[in-house]
């Protein structure tokens, strides 16, 4: 409710971001379902049907990361016409991360003193029109949701040192919950940001700044602990959830040091947002918002008059994403979106770059050509982003797809189904799908409609069944325990991993049946 309430008195100031609110949607909302379900994405949405069809859901620290995404999705599948998981669509759950995305936007109006009118406009088309922000708001994992708790934690932590309230050390304190219900990696964006703070107070404290009181911050622990409380208990219903909560960080920090197939150099994420070329594909580079962050943060450094305070939020957001940065790269094990958050750090601080030029600018016809420039190079990352969720939503040769299933995968899936509706069981079918180490998904997301599909690490007792799914490795095994007679054929889940469709031989022919009877009518 106090966020409604300071929105309302912060109207006028919406009223600049509602271009790039446009911009934003209209850059998220079209095609969502067009682009596989990613492996990361199938999980979570496996993860949320259970949670919807029979609250069924216990935190579990192996590769699932926090419950957060998982409530906050469950409105968007209430109010829709899906009764069940089996009947939702992509639809109802990549809208979730595209609201957190767009709400990113609609944060900056809490920070609008310490980076302007300009700076706020700038920061809201570049959020909009970011290739990586755009792509990344239309897949269902935690990152968005994580980006966005994070910034809200710096907005409403912006808002109490500006004028101490129990208000804004509350809402704080809600976020940073949030943050820890979302995902591991908040520790590194805590250390970030408490890095940022002591740095800020130690080399740029000033007289005027505001004193902070004991009571609140311990109100905010306590609201942020509550809140962890409340998601990682799954309401109060699984008491263990906050221990494995804790002892999910020494998994994570024992495989960002284990060696991995997704080690990566130091430099991976700089080079990712700043130069991709690969042939066939337009050269991705976010270098136009690097190069205003870096007009936005550096003069911060030399500008310290006490009641500047946009250099010191500047330089706060600057300390902040550079130790944000420092971290991600030093960390061996790399995911294109864990960029997201140094990311989004970069556009706020371009935001404030491309103010300055505004500000420095001392004619309208200079203030003309900035503001033309600044448009071409937002059209430009638009133009990118169009591109990412459009012709490149599942190619590889776009740097933001990452072990992204293939279309192939979906037609498996779509020939499974096709041979349910002529089989006597029809959705009944039996379907044995076999991949070792789980290697299977996206497969249970494309056929959670049909009702009996069993998954194994390796072939069972009994291997026959109408349709079989295995992996090429297991072939030769397979073809041993097999009784019965199968059509075969090959089919791709994602790069490197090929499975073999089985299908029983009467079933084959009852479908080549129908579907040459299908295309005499």
Not at 45 to 73: C, I, M, Q, V
């Amino acid at each position: 409710m106090s966020i409604l309430v300071s929105l309302l008195h912060r109207l006028p100031a919406l009223a600049w971001l509602l271009p790039a609110i446009v911009l934003g949607l209209a850059l998220r909302l079209p095609t969502l379902e067009s682009r596989p379900m990613h492996n990361d994405e199938a999980v979570q949405a496996a993860k949320t049907g259970a949670l919807f069809d029979r609250n069924d859901y216990a935190y579990d620290p192996h590769e699932f990361h926090g419950p957060s995404l998982y409530y906050f999705t469950l409105p968007a599948l209430w109010f829709s016409s899906a009764k069940s998981y089996a009947a939702s669509s992509e639809w109802h759950y990549r809208i979730v991360p595209i609201v957190f995305g767009i709400a990113l936007i609609l944060l900056l109006l809490f920070i609008k003193d310490g980076i302007g009118i300009s700076g706020l406009v700038s920061a809201g088309v570049l959020t909009a029109a970011s290739p990586a922000m755009v792509f990344y708001s239309r897949y269902y994992i935690q990152e968005i949701p994580l980006v966005f708790f994070s910034f809200a934690v710096i907005a409403c932590g912006w808002r109490y040192l500006n004028r101490p309230s129990f208000r804004w050390a509350l809402m704080t304190g809600l976020f940073a919950g949030l943050m820890y219900a979302t995902k591991e990696t908040c520790a590194i964006v805590f250390f970030s940001m408490a890095i940022a703070l002591v740095t800020n107070h130690c080399f740029f404290s000033t007289s005027n700044e505001a004193k902070v009181s004991t009571r609140h911050v311990v109100a905010a622990c306590c609201v942020a602990a509550l809140i962890a409380l409340i998601f990682y208990t799954s309401f109060f219903t699984h008491a263990r959830g906050p221990l494995d909560s804790v002892l999910a960080f020494e998994r994570y920090l024992t495989r960002s040091g284990a060696p991995s197939k997704h080690d990566k150099p130091a430099w991976y994420y700089l080079k990712l947002i700043t130069w991709m070329q690969t042939a066939g594909a337009p050269i991705w580079t976010e270098a136009f918002i690097i190069a205003l962050a870096g007009i936005g943060a550096v003069p911060a450094f030399f500008r310290r008059q006490a009641t500047d305070s946009r250099n010191t939020f500047a330089r706060f957001m600057s300390i902040y994403t550079l130790c944000l940065i420092a971290v991600y790269s030093l960390i061996s094990y790399k995911t294109p979106w864990c960029a997201l958050g140094f990311l989004h750090g970069l556009i706020v601080l371009a935001g404030i770059g491309a103010a300055r030029v505004w500000d420095a600018a001392p004619h309208w016809s200079m203030k003309l050509v900035a503001t033309l420039v600044f448009t071409a190079g937002a059209a430009h990352l638009g133009w990118q982003a169009y591109q990412a969720s459009g012709r490149f939503n599942s190619d590889a040769r776009n740097p933001y797809v990452y072990a992204h299933a293939s279309t192939d995968a979906v037609r498996l899936c779509k020939r499974i189904e096709d041979l349910a509706a002529v089989h006597p069981d029809g959705l009944r079918m039996n379907v044995k799908v076999m991949v070792p180490h789980a290697d299977y998904w996206p497969l249970p997301w494309y056929l959670r409609r049909l009702e009996r599909v069993g998954f194994w690490d390796s072939p069972p007792a009994q291997v026959d069944a109408p349709v079989i799914v295995a992996s090429t490795e297991s072939a030769a095994e397979l073809a041993l325990e097999m009784k019965g007679t199968y059509q075969k054929n090959q089919y791709g889940l994602r790069p490197g991993v090929r499975v073999w469709l089985y299908v029983d031989e009467s079933l084959w022919k009852s479908f080549l049946a129908e579907r040459q009877t299908g295309n005499r009518k």
